[in-house]
């Protein structure tokens, strides 16, 4: 039988998977939490898989296996709405650690939560639903979404050992139930070969996995939705087991590579603990101090790690008298012992901003007091402070240090944490291997290593990193988790090998300097070039006058229910022409055939349709009524409805009024996906070259032994050898891009004795994240990666040329083509206002370069633009 995974990547490459979220999902979840890419993905793949997979197994169970701090719990909820859209009522979330069943009870069910995933009020066909914990489903209200919170323990004693008002058997007996599993890798004890279990894993065999099992095979319609990041597919037991049940797939090395985690580093110091532990102190507030100097909400938290409850509460003690009496010598003596570059540029950064040790001193042992540290060691601990852990982003929650032996290696959500402070010095490695506390502490760093998210600017990403081609830029440590130890190679050579394994470190990663030549720096373009620019801003929307100028269908379909029911014999002759439904036709109705006041009560149901929101899609609207019965709007808006000749010769009030709820959710969506919420002016403005272009640092992953490609720099590459740092052209003293990047490189080093004829002031500039311009149409932002300024030779004038170029791998052309179009629109579209004595401005954008697919395309444009009658020169 085929890998279901396997054959879900083949229908998603080549289109077949919905990517669109339905409204029920879209519009019901809290809107500060939008769905990643990847996460719709696993979401289309799901929906499919229960709507239209012809092969689905029921009763049907699914794992989907993603990376720690991907968002599982967001696509829980985004599952369980869908699917109570789908008739599901039942739902029962298991875990195997009551600090999760906490953590997640306050995300399901507490709308005054930082983290609480739906919308504020939930309607599903518009009609108001309910989130309600409970006991049993014996009672549940059928039109909630009933959750029972358990621990798989829990699950099991409250089934085995009836008590009064708990969990029976009987519950799921005319129940469809949809059973989801958190941390999933716990119940595959059964499933692991005798010799591969735990002695804690051979006993849950014929207890909780059995529970389970019965559960979910006492209905053929229930679900087991498995989640987990950890799933051991190396086992091939368990690799059997899952071949036709892993829905989606998304490592930590992928999470890491989009962007969506912090950059790990580890930072050996040959310093006692409590030196490590007030140098991460010093880094912490040094985070901060960069945040709200660039006016970001931000409070960092350190996690003091121990291997014992006993050694955790001792050092509590010592760190909290080291606070109290932090003087400036204590923070001098850190200074000049301390090597580290993070620690010397975070005293460097103070200096600049005129904190003294003094000040400093005093803000730490006012932020780091002791009821600003929080101990989470025991059990009972963990427990009752849980929420609280859970909350650490929250505005109001003071905690600036987290004393841990292992309670919080698992189900722990933390954004804010950017320094783990080791405070043993022990490795367990056998026979080369890591052992079990070096890769429990490298899934603690997963676990940390989830990205804070925050921006500068609306054109910035959110949720991703932004500095990976800007090190050092300053909010660049608002970016990394620093994993503090004791000086011991051997222990974090091993801890290394495991964080790449595990995808969150990089293998072969490099840093390499962008430097910008110093002939360059002394020439008159430096001083006095130019580099234009757009503008991202709110689409007004000045030219829709109604929903035709939308890129808005204005037909829909809509199946009225005929209630068409027949009984047969089995051992019947039934032929296929006795297996249809029954007889139906389809009519076609204008929404204004149902009446205004209708009409005007299902506007009222959907809250997209409010006037106040209605005007930010449609300026020239002046009213509902209008809206109602203009032909601009609702009164074209046609439905094809199927039903029996009898439904269709008389529709209730009630069908007509589930016709246009139907009819209108699909058009707001409609309306929401066609029309674009910013755009990019076509008025370009200038930046100074010397105030845009920056030297660079950049962290490059590179393939051993690889001579040519991204992170081999020209001059060492055998296929596109070049001294970029002779070549007085190129801005930078290097490049180290993709195989294309370097092709055209070449191309223009061949032209350039051409060029020379004709232009002056001829520079190639590589654009490492120095600008962004932005689509006209829809606002997206785009860096081309190349700019070619010319000056041209003329008499009494200076016509500069900013040519924006493009180079692109034959795998991205398609995806990209939106870039292609939006650079052939520049030359015709752009407008410059700014005037400028004795000199003009020309701003062009080629079409995509490729060497073997597109290189004539761009030869001709490039000859057409440069090398023209009109660009001869004069005298």
Not at 163 to 173: I, P, Q, S, V, W
Not at 215 to 231: D, G, H, K, W
Not at 347 to 356: L, M, N, T
Not at 765 to 779: I, V
């Amino acid at each position: 039988m085929p890998i279901l995974k396997e054959e879900l990547d083949a229908l998603s490459k080549y289109g077949v998977l919905k990517t669109e979220m339905p409204e029920v999902i879209t519009g019901n979840l809290n809107p500060a939490f939008l769905l990643r890419e990847y996460q719709k993905e696993a979401l289309s793949r799901f929906i499919f898989y229960v709507t239209d997979y012809q092969e689905r197994i029921k009763p049907t169970q699914l794992l989907f296996h993603m990376a720690t701090g991907s968002g599982k719990t967001l696509i829980m909820a985004a599952v369980m709405l869908h699917l109570y859209q789908q008739g599901y009522r039942n739902f029962i979330f298991f875990v195997n650690s009551t600090n999760i069943i906490e953590k997640t009870k306050d995300n399901f069910l507490n709308p005054q939560s930082s983290k609480y995933l739906f919308a504020p009020a939930l309607r599903v066909d518009a009609r108001r639903v309910k989130i309600q914990p409970v006991d049993n489903f014996q009672a549940a209200n059928p039109q909630d979404i009933s959750i029972l919170f358990s621990t798989i323990q829990g699950l099991h004693s409250s089934l085995n050992t009836p008590r009064e008002n708990a969990l029976t058997y009987e519950d799921f007996e005319d129940k469809k139930i949809v059973l989801i599993s958190d941390e999933a890798h716990h119940i595959n004890a059964f499933t692991k070969s005798k010799s591969k279990r735990s002695k804690e894993e051979t006993e849950n065999i014929n207890t909780w996995e059995a529970t389970v099992n019965r559960i979910f095979r006492a209905n053929p319609e229930n679900l087991l939705l498995e989640f987990t990041a950890t799933v051991e597919l190396s086992q091939p037991a368990v690799a059997e087991k899952y071949h036709d049940k892993i829905l989606y797939q998304y490592s930590l090395k992928e999470f890491r590579l989009d962007g969506f985690s912090k950059e790990v580093k580890t930072l050996q110091a040959d310093l006692p603990p409590l030196d490590r532990a007030l140098q991460a102190i010093v880094v912490s507030q040094y985070r901060r101090k960069v945040a709200e100097t660039n006016k970001l909400r931000l409070k960092p938290v350190v996690l003091m790690k121990s291997r014992y409850i006993y050694e955790s509460e001792e050092f509590g003690e010592t760190f909290h008298q080291a606070i109290g009496g932090l003087t400036a010598a204590r923070l001098q003596k850190i200074k000049t012992t301390t090597l580290s570059p993070i620690t010397q540029r975070a005293f460097a950064y103070f200096e600049d901003q005129d904190i003294s040790l003094e000040n400093l001193a005093q803000e730490i042992r006012v932020e780091f007091a002791s009821e600003k540290c929080l101990t989470v060691n025991s059990k009972s601990e963990s427990e009752e402070k849980q929420l609280l852990v859970n909350s650490l982003e929250d505005h109001d929650n003071e905690i600036r240090v987290v004393f841990a032996v292992d309670k919080l290696n698992e189900g722990w959500d933390v954004l804010n944490l950017f320094d783990i402070v080791r405070l043993y010095n022990t490795r367990d490695a056998k026979h080369g291997k890591p052992g079990k506390t070096t890769i429990a502490e490298a899934q603690l760093i997963g676990r940390g290593a989830r990205y804070f998210p925050f921006q500068l600017t609306p054109e910035q990403p959110r949720y991703k990193r932004k500095y990976d081609e800007d090190l050092d830029n300053e909010l660049r440590v608002l970016e990394e988790l620093y994993y503090h130890s004791a000086h011991n190679p051997r222990y974090i050579y091993e801890l290394h090998q495991v964080l790449r394994d595990t995808g969150i470190m990089p293998e072969h990663a490099q840093q390499l300097r962008l430097n910008i030549k110093e002939s360059f720096k002394q020439s008159n373009f430096w001083e006095n070039g130019l580099i234009f620019v757009n503008e991202r801003v709110r689409n007004p929307n000045a030219d829709v006058f109604g929903i035709q100028d939308t890129l808005t269908p204005q037909r829909y379909t809509y199946s009225l229910r005929t209630g068409y029911t027949r009984e047969t014999t089995i051992l019947d002759d039934l032929k296929i022409d006795d297996v249809g439904g029954a007889q139906t036709r389809t009519a076609t109705y204008t929404l204004k055939d149902f009446g205004r006041h209708l009409l005007r009560v299902a506007l009222a149901r959907l809250k997209f349709y409010r006037f106040d929101n209605l005007k930010t899609y449609f300026p020239h609207l002046p009213s509902i009524s209008h809206f109602i019965t203009s032909e601009d709007y609702l009164a074209q808006i046609k439905v094809d409805v199927t039903g029996t000749p009898a439904q269709l010769k008389s529709l209730s009030n009630q069908n007509r009024l589930n016709i246009a709820l139907d009819a209108l959710q699909n058009l707001a969506a409609a309306i929401k996906s066609g029309t674009a919420t910013y755009i990019g002016t076509k008025e370009f403005k200038p930046e100074a070259v010397q105030r845009c272009v920056k030297e660079k640092t950049l962290n490059v992953y590179v393939t051993p032994g690889a001579t040519s490609g991204p992170g081999v720099g020209m001059r060492a590459d055998e296929k596109f050898s070049a001294n970029l740092s002779q070549e007085d052209w190129y801005v930078y003293d290097e490049n180290y891009g993709t195989t294309e990047e370097k092709a055209l490189i070449k191309f223009i080093q061949n032209q350039m004795d051409t060029l020379r004829d004709r232009y002056t002031d001829i520079y190639l500039l590589r654009n490492q994240k120095l600008f962004q311009l932005y689509n006209f149409t829809d606002g997206r932002s785009f860096e081309p990666d190349f700019v070619l300024f010319l000056t041209e030779k003329t008499t009494g004038r200076s016509l500069v040329y900013q040519l924006l170029i493009e180079p692109k791998g034959a795998h991205l052309i398609a995806n990209d083509q939106w870039k292609e179009y939006f650079l052939k629109q520049i030359e015709a579209g752009h407008k410059i206002t700014v005037m400028f004595e004795n000199r003009e401005f020309k701003l062009v954008g080629l079409p995509f370069y490729n060497e073997e697919l597109r290189k004539q395309e761009f030869e001709d444009r490039f000859r057409s633009i440069l090398y023209s009658p009109e660009t001869e020169a004069v005298g």
